[in-house]
DNA sequence: CTCTTACAATTGGTCTGACCTCTAGGGTCA
DNA sequence: TGACCCTAGAGGTCAGACCAATTGTAAGAG
C-alpha cells in the first residue's frame, strides 16, 4: 500500500505495448517525438496509414480518436488529419479539467484561486521580460476597456485580450496554457453574468495598476496588482451570479 | 481577424452537434454533470448503450475513447468500463502536456520554470492551510530522505511524496493536479540520471528549510525556500544530464 | 484569357455483423 | 469447505461497404 502514494506518476508511455490502438497510440506519438510530424502537417490517409502499421482501420481510427481528443491532431472530413498548428500560444483542452471539476465537485473559489496564483505568477514573470511590443498591445486593450464601459460583453473581450497578453509576456508557454485552461472555464461562467456587469470603470483601473507595474519592471509590484484585480473580479462575479440566481428563483424560470 | 485571438475560448461543448460521435461526448459528459454517472460506477455494457443513445456501437467506441484519453473514463476488456476513481488527488493525464511539449519544443527550462511557479504557490497555500496530519507527514518523508541518502532512488519517492503532501496541503486541487502534470514530466526525466545525483543532503536539508516556513505558517519563507530548493534541483538535475551526455559522447554508444 | 461552375476523386465518418480475447462469477469435484 | 474449471458476458479487433464533406480540376460562359 505505500507504493500506491506514486500512482500519480504512471506514465500511459510507450511501453505499455497492451492492446493494439494503444500501440497505434504510442506509434503516431513516437512519429511526433521524432519530429517526423510536425505541427501543420496532414497524415496520410487512413486507409494508407492503416496499412502502413500493419492494423485495421477502426484501430487506427481509434487512436487518432484518443490524439484528438487531447489536442494533438484534429480530422476534418473529406479534408484529411492534421497535427494541430496553433497560430498563438499553444493550447491545452480544458474539457479534461471541466469534467474532472463536476466529478470531483470543484468549487467556483478553488478555480478562482488557482487562476489568481497562475495569473499573478505570469504578471511577475512579465514585470521582468514583457518587450516594448507586448507592453504595447497591453496598453490598447486597456484603451478598448475604457471605450467599452458600457458595452460589458466588448469590455470582456480586451479583458481576456490583457491577460493573454501578460501571459505571452511571460515567456513562459506552459504556465500560459495552464492559465488559459483554468480561465476559459471561469470565462464561460461569466460570460453568462456579464451582461449585469457594474463597476467596469474600476476594473479598468486594475487592469492599468498591473500594467504599470509591468512597465516599470516590477515584479512585486505586478503581483500584487493583479491579486487585487482578481480578488475584486472573484467578488463582482460572485455578487452578479447570486443576483441571477435571486431573480431565476422569484420567476421561477430556471434555464 | 480581430476575433481571433479569442479563438482558444472555443470550447469542443456541448452545443457543436457536428458529428454523431461528438454528440455521443456530449451526452456522457452531460450525464456526468448531472451525477448519473459516479466516480467508480461502471457504464452499461458497450451494445445496450449504443442502442439506448441511438448511435452504432463503432461510434459509441469513439466517444467512450475520446473520454478514456482524457482520463474521464477507463476501459478494461472483459470487465466494462468505469468511470475513473481516484483515491488520491485527481489526476489530470500528462501525456497532452508531453506531446505539446515535443511538438512545441519546450526547453527543459521552461518546464523547470513552470513547475517553480506552481511550487512555490502550493507552498504558499499550504504555509496558510497545512493541518497537523499533514506536516507530520512531511515531517516523516523528510526522514525518509534522510534515511536513504545512499540511495538516490528511494530518495527519489521520499521527495516525491514530499511534494505531493505540500500540494495536498495547499487545499487546491487544481493547483495540484496542474503541478502533478508538469512535475511528472520532469520526473521521468529525473529517473533516468537519479543514480548519479549527489548532494542528497543538501537537497534534504532544503526540504527542512520548506517545512520549517510552513510550520511557522510563513508563506513567503515557504515561497522562498520552495524557490532556492527548485533553483539547485534544476541545477543539480542540469549537470547530472551533462554527464550523462559527455559520457555517452565518450562511449559513443547512444542509448 | 479569366472567372465561374459543376463534377469527380479523395478523405474522414458511420454502419453492420462477425469473431477473438480476457474477466468474473458460478458450478463442480475432491 | 475449499480449490479448480468452465461459461456467459464484456471490451478489442477486424472486414467491407456506404455516406458526407472537401478539394482540385476541368469544362463552359463571359
Keep these: 500500500m505505500t507504493a500506491l502514494n506514486t500512482d500519480i506518476f504512471k506514465t500511459i508511455d510507450a511501453e505499455r505495448r497492451g492492446t493494439t490502438s494503444e500501440e497505434v497510440v504510442s506509434q503516431l506519438r513516437e512519429m511526433i517525438h521524432?519530429?517526423?510530424l510536425r505541427p501543420g502537417d496532414r497524415l496520410p490517409p487512413e486507409r494508407d496509414l492503416a496499412k502502413m502499421l500493419g492494423v485495421s482501420r477502426p484501430t487506427l481510427r481509434a487512436g487518432i480518436r484518443s490524439l484528438a481528443a487531447v489536442g494533438v491532431l484534429q480530422s476534418r472530413q473529406g479534408a484529411g488529419t492534421f497535427v494541430v498548428k496553433s497560430d498563438g500560444p499553444p493550447a491545452l483542452d480544458s474539457s479534461p479539467l471541466r469534467l474532472m471539476a463536476s466529478l470531483h465537485g470543484f468549487t467556483s473559489a478553488e478555480m478562482f484561486e488557482a487562476r489568481q496564483s497562475l495569473e499573478m505568477a505570469?504578471?511577475?514573470?512579465?514585470a521582468e521580460r514583457a518587450t516594448g511590443d507586448q507592453m504595447a498591445t497591453m496598453s490598447e486593450e486597456i484603451t478598448g476597456m475604457f471605450t467599452s464601459l458600457d458595452d460589458p460583453e466588448q469590455f470582456l473581450v480586451h479583458d481576456m485580450r490583457f491577460h493573454q497578453t501578460v501571459a505571452?509576456?511571460?515567456?513562459?508557454?506552459?504556465?500560459?496554457?495552464?492559465?488559459?485552461?483554468?480561465?476559459?472555464?471561469l470565462f464561460d461562467v461569466r460570460s453568462k453574468t456579464v451582461k449585469r456587469a457594474?463597476?467596469?470603470k474600476e476594473s479598468a483601473e486594475m487592469h492599468r495598476h498591473i500594467y504599470r507595474a509591468i512597465r516599470e519592471h516590477d515584479p512585486e509590484a505586478a503581483r500584487a496588482a493583479m491579486r487585487e484585480h482578481l480578488v475584486r473580479a472573484q467578488r463582482a462575479q460572485e455578487q452578479e451570479a447570486a443576483e441571477d440566481a435571486a431573480r431565476d428563483g422569484a420567476n421561477g424560470n430556471g434555464r
Design 198 to 200: 457594474r463597476d467596469l
Design 34 to 36: 521524432r519530429g517526423e
Design 122 to 126: 505570469v504578471a511577475g514573470l512579465a
Design 168 to 185: 505571452a509576456a511571460s515567456g513562459n508557454r506552459i504556465l500560459t496554457s495552464l492559465m488559459n485552461m483554468v480561465a476559459t472555464i
